[in-house]
């Protein structure tokens, strides 16, 4: 009556927000301890609060399962509807019991209240797993008859949900769910509807039969939730009928006129794009003229959720009719400037698709208008962007793509000048400020090659961007776009003719701050360099003089020291480059400086001075600019024609043939160290020492191949094997073959000693091996300097272009046809990385695998029909069976044994017959007699000799009775015994208690609890040990294999490995196991371990089946006390003195039936060795007839109690006469404890205790 309500836990919650984690965590011990509840108000109000602390907390109520089932099946609608409430929010489909329901809801569905098979049906539609679909399938497909539309609505929308599990049962009840369609109540048609049209995501074709009844719907429902679903569901039918796309269009063309909801509205519009009614012809052009319109009204709506589903709708309408969305261009263009992203980006890819060549500049405007600071941007509609979305750097390089791409699609078809897409790159390159130069670079050299018309102003472009100082200070940012200057240099030096200043050209690529420039670009400036000089030196020759010469002669002194600056550099290619070219300056230099020579003059008679200028300059020109360059097509090469008698599979020169001798060409490499090489005489390379001395040599390669006898090859190897021999005396890296020289072996076989055999290197084969079969693993810092190495190589080649696109095909091969695949790649674009429309599965997508391959177009056959329902038994009838079976198991084991005993002592009793008759009686013919007689006289055995026999066995059984019956041994690490040992010492007592777990005819398991810490565990769950044995007593003796234990975890038993394996286990073989847990919940009565033990048993035959036997064992409360020092009488008066110490107290009585005179010996002997032993703890005081004791527990809770003696009349015996004792003898118990939950577990396991020994 004092536990608290919902209402209260939620008002204490909201009162305690300091300590809300604090007040929860008391709540939910509150909680625990209710659902054990008997009273089921109790129990349904602990659930409903502990539903609520899980939506809250996310708590993990998996532990209460059962009670939630509990609560489930209570017969009040209010506890009903809480524990489906709990089940739709805490059971999974792992949920164990989810099999205990089946029953449950089959009961409640067939329930005569319809709101208690609405909630049964509305649970079902949460926790249904394949097996609950299987079972359940037949009574919901029967409810679509029921006489209430409140619940044929509820089982239409369930049974969708079974199909997801179960899609068997689809195919089963959709012809009932067919005749629905036309249910007399709209609610369940709509349920219908949905169903329909959810099922028909996947796999439209199923459901064409429908359309005819769908149509009949369409006309004439008013519900617009009900027609979008049947006009979602005819946009998927459509493209697989033709024919009902015409039958369909004035009907949606009606609708698309009248109707004012925008919802229908854009359904109706949606279903004509997709069902492609807009390309059918007939008066297409008029209805997506009216669509076009219609979406306009979403574009000037102030709801942001209509105007981006009216862009989606355009974007699809774009590809069959763009000037219907190009009429829209200036609301679209106002989406642009949107504050929402996700319109900006749909208004984006609108844009994208309406360019063309007249509004292709005020397209690249407005967009660049994005990139601008805001205080540069004079559209006054964009004063409300947001800054923080300009300056994404993610949505600056959308914006820079889509204006490349929509300059360069269709191979710049839509550019009218050129001169303006250049001027556009260069202004991207200083207000991009994202990292796009590779971009931007691809593109500047694109036109530049392409277009000739533009070079000239591209020339002056380029020149402009080489003398932009904020590049080279910039260039180590990566938004700085510095890789553009890649471009400028390249185009500047390649078009250098059109240059108006080529001294001022090469002055910007060597001033002092290109160094800081990546190494491709730095490259390409030192071939530009060469290139400008070689077009501006050749055009000096043409006016050659002595002025041309000295300013010649001065740019190239000066060319040549600043171009020095680029051999210091680290990477290769363009210190390579710069080496070339400033040798070749300086013999440019060294020419000029030369004096002219005189030579004579025969018509004058006279020496002239020839003013030519040096020959080196005249013919450096036609080095860089002897071909003109020109755009190359994609597959040229392919084309090139194969000449007349070319065979390109053909051997140029024939494989050699493979030796016989691979002496002959194989190296013969010496491990020696030298210093100097030498060739001897016959071409061998000779290793020698400083002091002259051959230490080693090389055979170099044979030119051509030799074949010697094998005679010669004998003389060669010996000759080769004695100068080795010679050679490797005196090599100290050498171990010697001698005698002398003995290798010692290890520790163990230190005695024995080998000596080293000779061996012959000629005989070892060799094998040729190549560097590129192997794939080495360098140092870290190998592998540094490779990655190195790579980056530079990286920066050599020029940046990797995109998809080229080609203002025509390009040169081609002579006589070269171009195919229709060329034609295609000619018209190669730009990928959509801006794509926004996401084809990846997300969370709240349904997995329609199941129900693909159902097919429900072929009738259903006789032999398909629903499955049979699955019985399921409650657990407790499940093991009651199971024990009715092992009982059975056992008395047939025991009736076998006792016939096979009976058997052997019959036939040992005939042997003695036999064989006593055979020494008294002689003739044969009389033993034969005698046999005779004696087996028809054991055949006739009078009754009462087995009468007799039978009394015998139970006399005998009555003096072995109280005797247990003999076991084979099994050894435990602390004792072997059923029985609880107390062992006593001076302080302290400690009981082990080896209890028998399972002992079946297969296996026997005996196990002790004990405590993992003897210490206190106040802040920590408690550790428990548990120790198991386990014997192997099959009768049939054969091995147990796949033995192990599986334990269960829950809320409060929690286990590290819940899984051990044993393994093998031979007959009559024991093992022990150990395992670990900790003891989360609360320590009380009822606490217990679960799980299960399997095993397989292997025969000679075949294998048995797996056995699974389900263990379970409680943990007592003496188990978690602790040996703690004895407390003397004194101490313990003072501690119990202290009430506030022992809140919680406890009591329970014992009868003894023992006679008076004896009653003092009982309890001397059975009560004061039966209380520790339950408890757990010591004896601090013994008078007669009394007992107090003392422990304490690991987790720190103090027990104290007093045991005493009561003896009282018994007052019906005397007023009746009754024979028997006239007094009550029992024993009194009181305990006093720090909780109450402990106290109450001890009480209750004394009394078990007492009444099973007692």
Request: a neutral charge; charged letters at 25%; one cysteine or more.
């Amino acid at each position: 009556m004092f536990e608290k309500s919902l209402t209260d836990l939620i008002r204490g919650i909201r009162a305690n927000k300091k300590n809300e984690q604090k007040y929860i965590a008391a709540c939910l011990q509150e909680i625990h301890q209710e659902v054990k509840s008997n009273d089921p108000d109790i129990k349904a109000q602990a659930i409903s609060k502990l539903t609520y602390v899980r939506g809250i907390i996310s708590y993990d109520m998996s532990w209460a399962s059962f009670h939630v089932v509990e609560v489930m099946s209570s017969a009040k609608f209010f506890q009903k509807h809480s524990g489906y409430l709990a089940a739709t929010q805490s059971f999974r489909q792992d949920t164990d019991v989810l099999m205990l329901t089946t029953n449950l809801l089959k009961k409640d569905l067939a329930s005569g209240n319809h709101l208690e098979v609405g909630i049964a049906l509305n649970g079902l539609s949460h926790i249904v797993t394949p097996d609950l679909a299987r079972d359940l399938c037949q009574d919901l497909v029967s409810m679509l008859s029921h006489s209430r539309p409140y619940v044929r609505k509820k089982v239409v929308l369930v049974l969708y949900k079974l199909f997801l599990k179960f899609p068997e049962a689809l195919r089963l009840s959709f012809p009932r769910l067919k005749e629905r369609i036309d249910d007399p109540d709209s609610s369940v048609v709509c349920a219908v509807v949905n169903v329909v049209c959810e099922l028909a995501r996947k796999n439209p074709k199923n459901y064409l039969s429908l359309a005819p009844q769908l149509f009949k719907l369409f006309n004439t429902s008013s519900n617009n939730w009900m027609l979008i679903k049947i006009i979602k569901l005819f946009g998927a039918l459509t493209p697989l009928e033709p024919r009902l796309a015409k039958k369909l269009l004035p009907p949606i063309t009606q609708q698309i006129q009248t109707t004012a909801a925008m919802s229908l509205l854009y359904e109706c519009i949606h279903t004509v794009i997709i069902g492609e009614m807009l390309t059918s012809g007939g008066n297409s052009d008029a209805l997506a003229a009216m669509c076009v319109n219609k979406l306009r009204i979403f574009l000037e709506d102030p709801d942001q959720n209509l105007k981006y589903v009216g862009l989606l709708a355009l974007s699809k309408i774009l590809p069959t009719y763009p000037k219907l969305v190009a009429e829209n261009r200036d609301i679209i263009l106002k989406c642009i400037d949107d504050h929402d992203i996700s319109i900006r980006l749909r208004a984006l890819d609108l844009v994208v698709g309406m360019v063309n060549k007249k509004n292709l500049t005020d397209i690249v405007k407005r967009l660049m208008s994005h990139l601008l600071p805001s205080n540069n941007n004079n559209d006054s509609s964009s004063d409300h962007l947001l800054p923080s979305t300009l300056l994404e750097p993610a949505y600056r390089a959308d914006i820079i793509n889509r204006i490349i791409y929509i300059c360069s699609q269709n191979s710049y078809s839509n550019i009218v000048n050129f001169e303006w897409y250049i001027a556009v790159l260069v202004d991207l390159t200083h207000v991009a400020g994202v990292n796009v130069g590779d971009l931007l670079t691809t593109q500047i050299m694109d036109v530049g090659v392409r277009v000739k018309s533009v070079r000239q102003y591209c020339v002056k472009a380029m020149q402009r961007l080489l003398s932009d100082s904020s590049l080279l200070e910039n260039s180590k940012f990566s938004e700085s776009n510095a890789e553009v200057l890649y471009a400028a240099a390249w185009i500047t030096g390649e078009y250098c003719s059109y240059l108006e200043t080529p001294n001022d050209a090469i002055g910007f690529l060597v001033q002092p701050g290109v160094t800081k420039l990546p190494h491709n670009v730095q490259a390409v400036y030192i071939q530009s360099i060469l290139k400008i000089y070689a077009q501006w030196a050749n055009n000096l020759t043409y006016n050659w003089n002595e002025d041309s010469r000295q300013e010649l002669l001065r740019f190239t002194e000066m060319i040549k020291d600043n171009i020095s600056m680029f051999c210091s550099s680290t990477d290769l290619e363009v210190q390579e480059r710069a080496y070339n070219a400033r040798e070749i300056f300086s013999i440019i230099h060294q020419h000029l400086t030369m004096t002219p020579d005189n030579s004579f003059d025969v018509k004058n008679d006279i020496y002239a001075s020839t003013n030519k200028p040096p020959d080196v300059i005249s013919e450096l020109y036609p080095l860089c600019f002897y071909y003109e360059l020109n755009p190359v097509a994609p597959k040229a090469q392919k084309k090139v024609p194969v000449p007349e008698g070319l065979d390109l599979d053909a051997w140029i020169n024939e494989p050699l043939p493979e030796s016989e001798n691979n002496e002959s060409e194989e190296e013969e490499e010496s491990y020696g160290y030298g210093y100097t090489q030498k060739f001897g005489g016959s071409g061998d390379l000779i290793f020698s020492s400083g002091s002259g001395t051959a230490i080693g040599r090389r055979r170099g390669r044979k030119s051509s191949k030799k074949k010697y006898d094998s005679e010669e090859d004998e003389e060669l190897k010996e000759k080769r094997r004695k100068e080795r021999n010679e050679r490797i005396k005196n090599d100290p890296f050498y171990i010697s073959s001698t005698g002398k020289d003995l290798v010692k072996n290890s520790k163990s076989d230190r005695q024995s000693k080998r000596i080293t055999e000779e061996i012959d290197v000629d005989s070892i084969p060799v094998v040729r091996l190549t560097m590129d079969e192997f794939t080495f693993k360098t140092d870290k810092k190998k592998s540094k300097k490779s990655k190195a190495s790579k980056k530079k190589e990286d920066r050599h080649s020029p940046p990797p272009a995109p998809p080229v696109i080609y203002t025509d095909i390009g040169e081609m091969p002579e006589n070269a046809t171009i195919s229709d695949e060329e034609k295609d790649t000619t018209k190669v674009g730009y990928n959509n990385p801006w794509n926004t429309i996401s084809n990846k599965t997300g969370i709240l997508d349904v997995d329609f695998s199941g129900l693909s391959n159902i097919d429900l177009s072929t009738p259903l056959g006789k032999d398909e029909k629903f499955p049979q329902t699955a019985v399921y038994l409650a657990p407790e009838e499940v093991r009651r069976r199971e024990e009715e079976r092992v009982r059975r198991r056992i008395e047939e084991r025991r009736i076998k044994q006792a016939q096979e005993s009976t058997s052997r002592t019959k036939k040992n009793k005939d042997e003695k017959q036999k064989s006593k008759a055979s020494l008294e009686i002689t003739p044969k013919t009389k033993s034969v007699e005698n046999n005779g007689e004696q087996s028809s006289k054991s055949k006739k055995a009078p009754k009462k000799k087995r009468v007799e026999e039978t009394d015998d066995r139970k006399k005998k059984g009555k003096k072995d009775k109280g005797k247990k019956p003999k076991k084979k041994n099994l050894t435990l690490d602390v004792a072997t015994s059923e029985h609880n040992n107390v062992v006593v010492e001076p302080h302290r007592i400690s009981t082990v208690t080896i209890k028998t777990l399972v002992d079946s005819d297969d296996i026997q398991v005996l196990y002790t609890l004990r405590l993992g810490s003897s210490t206190e565990v106040k802040n920590e769950p408690p550790i428990m040990i548990a120790d198991f044995t386990v014997r192997n007593n099959c009768s049939s003796q054969y091995p147990l294999s796949k033995l192990a234990f599986a334990f269960e975890s829950t809320s409060d038993i929690q286990f590290d490995k819940a899984l051990i394996e044993i393994g093998e286990l031979q007959h009559d073989e024991q093992k022990s196991v150990t395992i670990e847990f900790k003891v989360m919940g609360i320590v009380g009565a009822g606490l217990s371990v679960s799980g299960n033990i399997t095993y397989e048993i292997q025969s000679d035959e075949e294998t048995k089946p797996n056995s699974d036997i389900p263990i379970r064992f409680e943990l007592p409360m003496a188990v978690f006390m602790l040996n703690i020092p004895k407390m003397t009488p004194e101490e313990f008066k003072s501690c119990v003195s202290k009430t506030a110490d022992f809140p919680f107290t406890g009591s329970t009585s014992i009868l003894l039936n023992t006679s008076t005179n004896l009653i003092e010996q009982s309890f001397q002997n059975d009560v004061i060795r039966l209380i520790p032993m339950a408890m757990g703890t010591h004896i601090v005081e013994q008078i007669p007839g009394a007992i107090t004791v003392y422990g304490r527990s690991v987790q720190g809770y103090q027990v104290a109690g007093l045991a005493k003696l009561t003896v009282e009349k018994n007052l019906v015996v005397e007023e009746l006469e009754i024979p028997g004792s006239a007094q009550n003898t029992g024993v009194r118990i009181e305990l006093k404890c720090t909780d109450q939950a402990f106290v109450d577990g001890l009480i209750r396991e004394i009394d078990y205790l007492f009444r099973k020994e007692l």
